[in-house]
Structures are given as structure tokens and as C-alpha cells.
């Protein structure tokens, strides 16, 4: 009479052989926690020199002698968002890093220690990951409905209620993501 589970067996051999494969295989995520990673470093990168060029702007925007500043305040306001667009989607991309580290390949353990990131870094669940990272990517088109708010032409009352809709879409979003996040 053989035994169930007796390991000398040529199927559970096999299975375990199978079983160690495909838990080895979790580590080709870190393709995607390196690639994420580096994106989001390039980001942060290009967003700090979008910084540099907008000082550059703010310079010229005083040292200029005209009075109507309305198309370099517009430039200068456009340039804000669109690096606070850039920061953003460089903390997408690190949280994005890493969410899929510690949910496929280990905890961090230096953000387990320190109390702040626990609450920020710590991700237990694909969903956990998926709220974080819908939380910023809100973010990121409220950024850019901003930008796109400031240079839009109102002309005809359609134009306003549109406008208006759009913002009061944007409140309810905010409203509902921050309602869940409290329960």
C-alpha cells in the first residue's frame, strides 16, 4: 500500500520540481520594478530641469519692460503644471516599483522600520496597489484639467456649463475617493 504522501514518488517529484519553477518564475517582476523605477527617475530628472527652464522664464517674465505679461504668465503657470504633471507621474511610477517588489518578490524592510513610509510604501494587495496608484493617476488629470482649464476660450454659455461640469466632475471624484478612503 503506497502512501499519499510519500515523496519518493516520480508525481510528487514532479510537482515540486514544477511547483519551485513557477515560484521562481515571480521573479521576472523585477523587470518591471527596475523599469518602473528608472521611468520614475527619469521623470523626477526631466521635471527638475522643466524647474531650471521656469526660473529661466520667471527672470525674463521681470526683466521684461512690457507691461502685458499675460502671454509669460501664461507660459510660467502652463510650465507649474506641467511639473507638478511630471512629479506626479514619477511617484506613480516609484509606487508602482514598489507595490509590484513587495507584493511578488519581499517585504521592504527599511520601510517597515521607518513609521512614515509604512503608511505611505506598504502595499498587502493588488487592490491595495491599484488604490494608490488610481489616488495619483486622479491627481495627474486634475493637473492636467487645470492646464488645459487656463487656456480655455469662453464663448458661448455651452462653453461655461461645460467648463462647470467638468469641475464639479472633479469635485465628486475627489469627494468620492476621499469618502472611500475613510471607510
Known amino acids: 500500500m503506497t502512501d499519499s504522501n510519500d515523496t519518493s514518488s516520480p508525481s510528487k517529484h514532479v510537482e515540486t520540481v514544477v511547483e519551485n519553477m513557477l515560484w521562481r518564475s515571480r521573479f521576472v ?13 527619469i521623470m523626477f530628472v526631466v521635471s527638475s530641469f522643466d524647474v531650471y527652464e521656469l526660473v529661466q522664464s520667471m527672470f525674463h517674465y521681470f526683466a521684461s519692460a512690457e507691461v502685458n505679461h499675460a502671454a509669460d504668465r501664461h507660459h510660467i503657470v502652463s510650465g507649474v503644471v506641467e511639473i507638478i ?23 521592504l524592510d527599511p520601510a517597515i522600520e521607518n513609521e512614515l513610509s509604512a503608511k505611505v510604501l506598504i502595499i498587502n494587495s493588488l487592490d491595495d496597489l ?23 476660450q469662453v464663448n458661448t454659455p ?11 466632475l472633479i469635485g465628486l471624484a475627489l469627494y468620492l475617493t476621499h469618502s472611500k478612503s475613510e471607510n
Open 158 to 168: 455651452m462653453d461655461l456649463l461645460a467648463f462647470g461640469g467638468g469641475v464639479a
Open 29 to 41: 517582476v523585477m523587470l518591471a520594478v527596475i523599469g518602473s523605477l528608472v521611468t520614475g527617475i
Open 130 to 152: 491599484k488604490t494608490r496608484l488610481g489616488k495619483v493617476i486622479l491627481m495627474i488629470l486634475i493637473v492636467n484639467f487645470f492646464q488645459h482649464g487656463i487656456s480655455i
Open 85 to 107: 504633471d511630471g512629479y506626479l507621474l514619477g511617484t506613480v511610477l516609484v509606487i508602482f516599483s514598489l507595490g509590484l517588489y513587495e507584493l511578488f518578490i519581499s517585504r
